[in-house]
């Protein structure tokens, strides 16, 4: 499955990714298409067996401030979006933290990783014995190998408690610690605290995954002990690198042999339109884990240019255009104008090299403007144009024989005369947009 993970209708930030038994889950925040607010009402728990990761499963909701026709509100103290959570087990039991916008936050239990979730209680405390105001903004859950419970959260500043292990909701008193993570004014920019924390225990190592003040990124902090003080590290992922980027939140999970980051993208020109995305990893034997790019690949090693290609997979995305929906059943990259830049890692285009060319399909939607796309590989190696004409269609091109694992780039081009008169009456149109592609042996 390549990315986003999900299909194409589905959004879901803010991904908490988590192993029980045989599959693995990923608990979110649930994003709303054409809306102007972050997250939902409600929330949806997505899975995968172990053996088969390009074959998701929804199992609906899980857990709702807001009723609906088929389910009833899960809480009474709140009307309010429910933001990101988080899900553990224990002793057989699996409990979901969640953020409620404005709210007290909340520890509901269910006997199914999936859920759905009954609501045990709001967090008990004494007031100065919680951060953030009592909200527990996106609270991330550590059950240590003690058993003893630790959640951590908040909101510019890095707070953490530890919960009582019998209730799962009883904030141990005197537990309270802040500026888990430096987020101090005088402290660098690009490892100061902002939101998102999302602990994991590797070996006898604490980490951290957050979002800092550069919020396009995903940073990681350690400790050797889970009440810190943890030690900015670095940052594993940024999701603005050439790509409309935005906030980010995720955090690492070993599947099989290999560790991966979930994160999340954004769509329609908006910072509230979301998808799951994923990224291999490595930890290194001094516990680094060095910076990835964002790819196309999801779960994949390598892509096939050879099977159509949706273009929405596009991993790099300059010159102002954008990932958009259409419908249920269609996403496309639109705003293709003078420059822009769509962008796909990695494709494995064989080793066979009897044939000196191949043919290049494109299908797009037409905005009645010529243009052409150059082709190239590894950024800035052109193998060919596709010319596009005026209207819809599938629009083809001879382009360069490649073998081997390339990335892959579409760079757009008015099709129109090079004069100043011209050139400024096209100033800024649109030349089409991409819907899919194929190569063609």
Same mark, same amino acid.
């Given at each position: 499955?390549?990315?986003?993970?999900?299909?194409?209708? &589905?959004?879901?930030?803010?991904?908490?990714?988590?192993?029980?038994?045989?599959?693995?889950?990923?608990?979110?925040s649930?994003?709303?298409?054409?809306?102007?607010?972050?997250?939902d009402?409600?929330?949806?728990?997505?899975?995968?067996?172990?053996?088969?990761?390009?074959? $998701?499963?929804?199992?609906?909701?899980?857990?709702?401030?807001?009723?609906?026709?088929?389910?009833p509100?899960?809480v009474?103290?709140?009307?309010?979006?429910?933001?990101?959570p988080?899900?553990?087990?224990?002793?057989?039991?699996?409990?979901?933290?969640? =953020?409620?916008l404005?709210?007290?936050?909340?520890?509901?239990?269910?006997?199914r990783?999936e859920?759905p979730?009954?609501?045990?209680?709001?967090?008990e405390?004494?007031?100065?014995?919680?951060?953030?105001?009592?909200?527990?903004?996106?609270?991330?859950? @550590?059950?240590?190998?003690d058993?003893?419970?630790?959640? =951590?959260?908040?909101?510019?500043e890095?707070?953490?408690?530890?919960?009582?292990? &019998?209730?799962?909701?009883?904030v141990?008193?005197?537990?309270?610690?802040?500026?888990?993570?430096?987020?101090?004014?005088?402290?660098p920019?690009?490892?100061?605290?902002?939101?998102? %924390? %999302?602990?994991?225990?590797?070996?006898?190592?604490?980490?951290? *995954?957050?979002?800092?003040?550069k919020?396009?990124?995903?940073? =990681?902090?350690?400790s050797?002990?889970?009440?810190?003080?943890?030690?900015?590290r670095?940052?594993? /992922?940024d999701?603005?690198?050439?790509?409309?980027?935005?906030?980010?939140?995720?955090?690492?999970?070993?599947?099989?042999?290999?560790?991966?980051?979930?994160?999340?993208?954004?769509?329609?020109?908006? *910072?509230?339109?979301?998808?799951? +995305? #994923?990224?291999?990893?490595?930890?290194?034997?001094?516990?680094? /884990?060095?910076?990835?790019?964002?790819?196309?690949?999801?779960?994949?090693?390598? @892509?096939?240019? =050879?099977?159509?290609?949706?273009?929405?997979?596009? +991993?790099?995305?300059?010159?102002?255009?954008?990932?958009?929906?259409?419908d @249920?059943?269609?996403?496309?990259?639109t705003?293709?104008?003078?420059? +822009?830049?769509?962008?796909?890692?990695?494709?494995?285009?064989?080793?066979?090299d009897s044939?000196?060319?191949?043919?290049?399909?494109?299908?797009?939607?037409?905005?009645?403007?010529?243009g052409?796309l150059?082709?190239?590989?590894?950024?800035?190696?052109e *193998?060919g144009?596709?010319?596009?004409?005026?209207?819809?269609?599938?629009?083809?091109?001879?382009?360069?024989?490649?073998?081997?694992?390339?990335?892959?780039?579409?760079?757009?081009?008015?099709? #129109?005369?090079?004069?100043? $008169?011209m050139?400024n009456?096209?100033?800024?149109?649109?030349? +089409?947009?991409?819907?899919?592609f194929v190569?063609?042996?």
């Amino acid at each position: 499955m390549a990315n986003p993970i999900l299909p194409l209708w &589905e959004y879901i930030p803010d991904g908490e990714p988590r192993q029980f038994g045989d599959r693995v889950y990923l608990y979110g925040s649930h994003d709303r298409y054409g809306c102007a607010d972050f997250c939902d009402y409600k929330l949806k728990v997505w899975s995968a067996p172990l053996s088969d990761l390009n074959h $998701w499963t929804c199992h609906g909701h899980s857990f709702q401030t807001a009723p609906d026709t088929d389910h009833p509100a899960s809480v009474t103290h709140t009307d309010r979006e429910l933001y990101a959570p988080d899900v553990v087990e224990k002793d057989g039991k699996y409990y979901l933290f969640t =953020y409620i916008l404005g709210s007290k936050g909340c520890v509901s239990v269910s006997d199914r990783p999936e859920g759905p979730f009954r609501l045990l209680s709001t967090y008990e405390y004494a007031p100065e014995d919680a951060g953030d105001d009592g909200i527990y903004n996106d609270p991330g859950v @550590l059950v240590d190998d003690d058993g003893k419970v630790y959640v =951590y959260y908040g909101f510019t500043e890095s707070c953490m408690n530890e919960l009582d292990p &019998e209730t799962m909701y009883r904030v141990v008193p005197g537990s309270l610690k802040r500026h888990v993570i430096d987020d101090r004014e005088e402290a660098p920019e690009e490892s100061r605290f902002f939101e998102a %924390s %999302s602990p994991r225990k590797i070996g006898d190592t604490y980490y951290l *995954i957050y979002s800092p003040r550069k919020g396009s990124r995903l940073a =990681y902090a350690t400790s050797k002990s889970p009440r810190g003080p943890f030690t900015y590290r670095g940052y594993i /992922i940024d999701n603005g690198v050439d790509y409309p980027g935005g906030n980010d939140h995720g955090s690492i999970c070993k599947i099989g042999d290999q560790w991966y980051i979930f994160y999340h993208r954004m769509t329609n020109r908006s *910072i509230s339109s979301r998808r799951a +995305c #994923v990224e291999r990893i490595e930890i290194l034997p001094d516990g680094t /884990i060095p910076a990835v790019e964002m790819t196309s690949l999801g779960f994949e090693e390598s @892509l096939t240019p =050879y099977e159509p290609v949706k273009a929405e997979i596009a +991993c790099v995305l300059t010159g102002g255009c954008f990932v958009t929906e259409k419908d @249920l059943f269609r996403r496309v990259v639109t705003q293709i104008t003078d420059g +822009c830049v769509l962008g796909y890692k990695y494709f494995d285009f064989g080793e066979d090299d009897s044939t000196a060319t191949m043919e290049l399909a494109v299908k797009v939607v037409g905005m009645g403007c010529r243009g052409r796309l150059h082709v190239l590989i590894d950024e800035n190696r052109e *193998i060919g144009t596709v010319e596009i004409g005026l209207g819809d269609g599938i629009y083809r091109g001879r382009v360069e024989k490649v073998t081997g694992r390339h990335s892959l780039f579409f760079r757009a081009e008015l099709g #129109v005369p090079k004069n100043e $008169w011209m050139s400024n009456f096209f100033e800024g149109r649109v030349i +089409c947009e991409m819907e899919e592609f194929v190569f063609l042996k």
